[in-house]
């Protein structure tokens, strides 16, 4: 493959970015293939092949031209002579931060459970700072998952386990479902080599045998949608992912037949009240399987999944999966919070980060859900049994142990308002000081400017030794300082 601007500029288009936009891209094409002119990836083409498919990959999901941008540069500073500080010169500190952002990121790596951990904890801190860094950094891991045939073995496997453990999950959490059932396949693929190509086997038999059914229904389905005056976007069939195939097998004990959305067709239409409509118009057309249709428009998934589901039988008894959606509620499915930034022309830097936020509240009041801390048992990532995260009320995010209180939180923000807490607002409710803080949770402590000092008995119930050593060393000094002054009475 050879690297030219044409491939990326052909991903930029007229709709979404503007000439300025391109001319910005231009600049940093320039600069990244100087920078790594001569350099060859492991598959032997030029190097810059791997930051240009990573722009473009961000250029598809129609993110803003600094992503794009710093997508092109993310592998400048740490692999060529040319520094971040060339970047930051040339294209401003927006997109320098988010290069250095992933080149931190590029820094963690899976080894083992311990560091694995560790490198979990980085990733969702980095994330707090600014999820566009993740958006680079999973398009980035995309391309080399796509040509990891190169690496050798043993490094394959440790990429393979990073990228299932760590990043598929967090895919998932940000409703990201592209990014999550690419990244389970590529890695199942290298982890389980014999379980991913016996799942691969299956699903195309079953796509070769149900592939005439799904393709009339689909033109059934639009004639008789054009019919009700029903505009749709798109008739389409999808075919299950490999491992969510897999791990739905071993539910139902590798009984297929109880698979029935191996393939589904998906309806875009216009709006939610059409989705109704739609739904109602299929019911007329086949007969529905009962207990089968569900409404995840009124009752949203806990990561924002919004569709109907509806299962029916045509007239040869094959079974037939419909999902019926606006294209809203599809590129969030397909894109997640990746999607939020899909329109924006230059959102304000705080504006996103904010949105952010909002989005890292709910995620980790998502992370207090049963059924994903026994996904996390299953993963043994048990980090988030002992951290939680809090945040103050202007956004910042602080990372304490579990069953942590406003005290320490308190301390952790800065010892005088640690020294001089006199109450605690969670969530804006008033709460004691030794309540037990959750994931999510937003602090506020209210401070009394007169107050001498910190409480003796908080010692009884904090739960960090920061905490603990602060509040002993300002109960010492308030009683020097009281003893010095009666001594200096007499
Ligand atoms: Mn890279």
Known sequence: MNVSFEQLKSKLPEDRYTSADIELAKKAFNLGSQAHSGQLRKTGEPYFIHPLITAIKLAEMRLPIEIVVAGLLHDVPEDTDVELDEIRNAFGDDIANMVNGVTKLGHVQYRGLDRYVENLRKMFLAMAQDVRVVFIKFADRMHNMETLYVIPEHKRRRIAKEVMEIYAPIANRLGMGEYRGLFEDY?????????????????????????PAIEKAIKAVEQELTLHKIGTNSVHGRIKYCYSLYKKLKRYNDDITKVYDIMALRIIVGDVSECYATLGILHGLYNPLSGRIKDYIAQPKPNGYQSLHTTVFDDQGTILEFQIRTQEMHEEAEFGIASHWRYKEKPEEKEQRVEWMNELVKIQKELDEEDFMD????????????????????????????GSTPIDFAYHVHTDIGDKAG?????????NLNTPLRSGDMCEIIVEKNRQGPNADWLKFVKTQHARTKIRDSLKKTKKSFFSSFMGRE
Do not use: C
């Open 375 to 402: 996904r996390l048992d299953e993963l043994k990532l048990d980090m988030f049994q002992d951290r939680i995260f809090v945040f103050t009320p202007n956004g910042d995010v602080f990372d304490l142990p579990a």
């Open 423 to 431: 109450g605690a607002k969670i969530n804006s409710q008033i709460a």
């Open 187 to 211: 890695a199942f693929r290298y982890l389980e080599p014999k379980e991913y190509n016996w799942t691969k086997h299956l699903l195309g038999q079953r796509v070769k045998k149900a592939g």
